[in-house]
């Protein structure tokens, strides 16, 4: 099983944390890799069964770079996939719930199965998807979302 952990970041915060996602999943068991979408290696997230999609938040909503990314999802063979987002936004109330939930609509609308990780997992829930707040240590919340997630891949997709 591949997942891509698909990312922009600017100043490399959002990297960081696609970063950890792509190593907690491959510690599961899921070849996964975090890549930028500005480099983006077509074959493997072609050939991916999940794909995560990270966004800075400015202004309160995802970033533009992200958004002409989701415009062209289709082309990567999306239908199918298991999707799931997450974002990094400088303060708690920076959007950064409304910028995954946009991305996770357009995985919809790409014919995606999105992911949540939300209370039926027990605690902590992670509703939407994971966010990064500057001034929070939220590693953990997203080792566990890559856990939950890799899970998630391997009961979807066996081999």
Not at 67 to 88: N, R, W
Not at 151 to 156: E, G, I
């Amino acid at each position: 099983m591949k997942a891509s952990i698909l990312y922009y970041s600017r100043t490399g915060h959002t990297k960081a944390k696609a970063e950890l996602i792509a190593q907690t999943m491959q510690a599961e068991g899921v070849d996964a890799k975090a890549i930028s979408i500005e480099t983006v290696d077509e074959a493997w997230v072609k050939a991916s069964d999940c794909i995560v999609l990270g966004t800075p938040v400015y202004y309160a909503v995802t970033n533009e770079a992200v958004e002409k990314f989701l415009a062209t999802l289709g082309k990567y063979d999306v239908a199918g996939k298991i999707g799931g987002a997450f974002s990094s936004a400088r303060y708690a109330h920076g959007g950064g719930e409304m910028a995954i939930q946009n991305i996770l609509t357009r995985m919809l609308f790409w014919g995606m199965l999105t992911y949540s990780s939300g209370t039926g997992y027990g605690d902590p829930p992670i509703h939407l998807g994971p966010i990064a707040v500057d001034d929070r240590d939220t590693d953990e919340f997203f080792r566990l979302y890559g856990e939950r997630m890799a899970k998630t891949v391997k009961k979807f997709f066996k081999d």
